[in-house]
């Protein structure tokens, strides 16, 4: 193991030294420099940038020294070397500061850079400087156009030598977008489109299952495939290219997936890596650009939803992804959430994105699910690898499952073995609904295998933060009032209690919650918990 790393480090240490050698920045160095010719429009990237309402007029900023600072954060550093905050421009801005700004950083980052030239953040650059002409490129004198265009293929030579070496499929497909682009700007002189769809395909492969869903099972993920799919089928229509079929196949099954996730409830839905986003902004963008995407299936990606115009049923029926699609994935086997009217009457606790907090591993635990948890143990194992992101070292698999949707009888049933090495239990959960009489009911059964006793077990009913709960003085009820509707929750032979806990819906952030607690301990048979939900 020793021997492994070290050889390892020599190795990284063997290729940084030739990144950085006069003898690769002469490799990468274009020796014919053509014209920009296609100019994207500016509109195409809305879906991806998050404006704000007050355009910036680059004048307000001071620009002597930008790039010397050497005070800044790694993600201010990131967000300035990205160069996304272009978009955020007035037009009116100067274009010869604009102009001016560039030229400083060519200045000093024209040969290769560790940190400036990250994957990310010099893939997100190439395609804010060339979606940004009217300012980054317009009435430029021809020595700056000719060193512009040097220095974007430059670094797509660079992009596409490391694009298979990165570890984040994400950034392969940002990768992947700037090399198309670039490659559609010089009218392909250099081979970049062709490249740049060869690699999307690959992408492709990898990356997606056989439904066209990410093997991640990251919802979160899903809107971003869809996202920049659309874009690079945009940026070919728009320059008269012609667009592959297998763009148009994935669009279409993202597509899918997106609406059956998101379209179909308008409520984000917190399961292995989500969080609240509202997506309102991307429908407005898919239906200005002609996008209409629609899904009438029951299961998509290893999530079971059953809906009618009011009420939503959602649980998590899929096996945990490979390790390698992991880094997002939480514990959440069986979760489920309600939604009543547009509200959450039972959610998941969402997912605490940054992987340097300790939140982070805390936010994939199963105790922060609406799910069952046996002796204070998460149904999968996390270790933290190299990235410190957290990624499976104990998969488990789905064993059976059941779905019914009727008028007036739905039913999702799925069992999983996520204990069963351990602790010698399988997990069955069954949840059925009665619309006509408003009511959820639930059987969760604890099947012991080997006959281990006195293990404890839980079963929780995350709730939102501002929904209000009162525990009847019976202790087998739990009245929850949803936005002035009434729900009783209960369970007639378990005993309910009211925990509090922690949310983590919005990215990065916590607040606090409750949710509704039956706890008990395994006899070494067969235990079934019943409970239902109805409303008032």
Known sequence: M???NSFIFLKKKIRSFYLNSNIYNKKITPTIISPLEYQPSTNLLDSLIKYDKRKINIKNYSLNNIWDNKDLKEKDHNNLNSFFWLFSL????SKKDTQGVIQQWMGKYY?????SWELDILSKRIIAWISNTKLTYEDGTSQYQKSFNGVIKKQINYLVDEIDRSEWVDNKLIGCSAIILAGLSYQ???NYLNKGLDLLKKFVKFSLDNDG???SRNIRQLNFYLKYFILIREWLKESQSEIPDYINENIYYLGQAYAFTWKNNKVDLLFNGNHEAKNNDFDHYLKKLGYNFKSVNNEIGGYAILNNKKHSLIMDVGAS???????NYQAGALSFEIIS????????SGYYQDYNHQLNDLSKSSAIHSSLIIDDTSSCKFNKTKNKSSKITQNLKILKKNIIFEKNYWKINATHDGYLKQYGI?????IEFYPEQFKFVGHDKIISKNGIKNLKFEIRFHLEPNTKVMKTQDNRSVLIDLSGDGWKFNSNNNPINIDNGLYFGKKNSISDNQNILISGMTNGENQTIKWEITKL
């Open 90 to 93: 007035d037009l009116k801005s």
């Open 188 to 190: 392909d002189k250099d």
């Open 213 to 215: 869903f990410p093997k």
């Open 111 to 115: 040969k290769y850079n560790s940190k």
């Open 321 to 327: 992804p490979d390790k390698k699609f992991s880094s």
């Open 2 to 4: 020793i021997l492994n």
């Open 341 to 348: 009217n547009g509200k959450k009457l039972i959610c998941n």
């Open 426 to 430: 399988i997990h069955e959960r069954n």
